[in-house]
C-alpha cells in the first residue's frame, strides 16, 4: 500500500527543466514561487538536506540525508489505523496520505525511521528550505491544512493533542500565511541571482485555481488526478472547527485568509487514462494498429490525443 517517490529523481528533473531555458532570462529573475502536491510528506536531516555543486557552468543542489517522498496516495494508513487516531481541532479530516497520517504510522510501525530526521515538510517545501539554506522549514497555511491536525482558525498544529499520543510535534514546521516571504536564495541556482526572494510553497490546487479565476466570483472546474469544483467564500468566512466527513463540500484555505469551497471527485485524469487504454485495445483487436492514441501524464495533469 505505499506510496513513495524517489526525491533525487524529482529534483534532477527540476534541475534540468530550469537549466533547459535561457540563462539571460533567468538572471533577471526576482522572485522565486513554488508549489506542488500537498499531503505527501520528505523528511530530511538539517543543515544535511543537500549539497550543492557547479556543473558546465551552473550551480544547482542535489538532496543529500533526506527519505523518500511518501505520496498522497500512500495507502498504509487503513480505516481501522485511522480510526484509532485522535480526532483533530479541525474543520478537515485527516486521511491516509496526509502528512501527519504518516508521520503517525512510521511512529507506531517502524520508529527507527523517524529517528533518522529531525526535519519536515511538503516537497515543496524542501525545496524552498534548500533554496534559502534553512536550519528549520517552513510551510504556508495551504499546505499545513493538508497535513491535517492544523486548526485553520487560529493557524497552529493541534500540539497538545498530537503531543498526548507520543507524535513528534518537533517535525511539524512553522506556518505563515500564502504569499509571505520565506527567505531568500542562499546560492546562485542555475543561473538565478543569489539572495533572490523565495515564497513560501503552496499547494497545487490553490495555484492551479489561482491561475485559472480573472475574478473572485468566478467557479473553476479542475480535471487532474481527481476533479474539483470550487469557487472562493466570501471574506470573513470561517469554517466549523471540526471535522464533518459527511459534507460533500469542503473548505480549504486559498488567499488573503480565503477559502475555496470544493466538491471533489476522485475520478479524474484517471477516467481519461482508462478511456485511452479501451481506445487502444479497441484498435488493436480491430487490426487498426496504424491509428495511435497518446496519452501524455504530468504531475496531476493527464490528456490524450
Known amino acids: ?71 498522497w496516495e500512500d495507502g498504509r494508513c487503513s480505516t481501522e489505523f485511522l480510526s484509532s487516531l485522535p480526532l483533530p481541532q479541525s474543520h478537515l479530516s485527516v486521511a491516509s496520505g496526509f502528512g501527519c497520517a504518516t508521520i503517525f504510522w512510521y511512529l507506531k510501525n517502524r520508529p527507527d525511521f523517524l529517528h533518522e530526521y529531525d526535519a519536515a515538510g511538503t516537497i515543496q517545501d524542501y525545496v524552498v528550505s534548500m533554496l534559502c539554506g534553512m536550519k528549520t522549514p517552513v510551510m504556508s497555511v495551504q499546505n499545513a491544512a493538508s497535513w491535517g491536525y492544523f486548526n485553520t482558525r487560529t493557524k497552529t498544529w493541534n500540539v497538545d493533542i498530537l503531543q498526548e499520543q507520543g507524535f513528534p510535534v518537533s517535525l511539524l514546521p512553522p506556518v505563515l500565511d500564502a504569499g509571505c516571504i520565506a527567505g531568500k536564495s542562499s546560492y546562485d541556482w542555475c543561473g538565478i541571482p543569489q539572495g533572490t526572494d523565495v515564497g513560501v510553497s503552496l499547494g497545487d490546487f490553490q495555484c492551479s485555481v489561482f491561475s485559472s479565476a480573472t475574478e473572485s466570483t468566478d467557479a473553476v472546474l479542475n480535471i487532474s488526478t481527481s476533479a474539483q469544483l470550487t469557487f472562493c467564500m466570501p471574506e470573513g468566512f470561517q469554517p466549523e472547527d471540526h471535522p464533518t466527513p459527511a459534507e460533500a463540500v469542503t473548505y480549504f484555505p486559498y488567499m488573503s485568509n480565503r477559502y475555496l469551497a470544493v466538491a471533489a471527485s476522485l475520478n479524474g485524469g484517471n477516467v481519461f487514462a482508462s478511456l485511452v487504454g479501451m481506445l487502444v485495445q479497441w484498435t488493436a483487436e480491430l487490426g487498426l494498429e496504424h491509428i495511435r492514441f497518446y496519452h501524455i501524464f504530468q504531475a496531476d495533469q493527464c490528456c490524450f490525443i
Open 1 to 71: 500500500q505505499g506510496k513513495e517517490q524517489d526525491v533525487c529523481k524529482i529534483i534532477r528533473a527540476l534541475n534540468d527543466c530550469l537549466g533547459a531555458l535561457p540563462r539571460e532570462k533567468l538572471q533577471k529573475v526576482s522572485r522565486i514561487g513554488v508549489s506542488g502536491q500537498m499531503h505527501g510528506v520528505v523528511l530530511w536531516k538539517s543543515g544535511q538536506g543537500c549539497h550543492w555543486i557547479n556543473s558546465e557552468n551552473q550551480r544547482f543542489f542535489e538532496p543529500g540525508e533526506v527519505s523518500h517522498l511518501i505520496t
